[in-house]
């Protein structure tokens, strides 16, 4: 009965967490491509106000209980609901650069004529 559990959860982490992400991901691309810079700040905007509700919501579930060992379990929820924060971000540096880049490109051209 273990072993199903655990399965279970994998499968709950996979299809509520990853494929959301994942799909965010690309969505997040889209964004950043576009000529001004905020529409692909959205989504790690929203990913960081998600992560700190969630924390928020548990510290304050959590305080009536006072044992040491949950101290480090809202900076868990934290970290693991930042993790999609961190691949928007990513995603958004890495797609911007490419487009400033081609950018500059263009402007040295044209100053090139």
């Known amino acids: 009965m273990q072993h199903m559990t655990s399965l279970t959860i994998f499968f709950m982490l996979f299809f509520y967490y990853a494929v959301p992400t994942a799909l965010l991901a690309i969505l997040e691309y889209f964004l950043a ?19 700190l509700g969630w924390t928020l919501v548990l510290l304050f579930n959590m305080s009536t209980m006072l044992h040491p060992s949950l101290y480090f379990l809202p900076l868990a929820v934290l970290v693991i609901f930042n993790i999609p924060t961190l691949i928007f971000l990513l995603i958004y540096k890495s797609t911007r650069k490419k487009f400033t880049e081609r950018r500059a490109m263009d402007r040295k051209d044209i100053q090139d004529l």
């Open 33 to 51: 491509r576009m000529e001004s810079p905020w529409p692909g700040r959205v989504l790690p905007i929203l990913s960081v106000v998600h992560a």
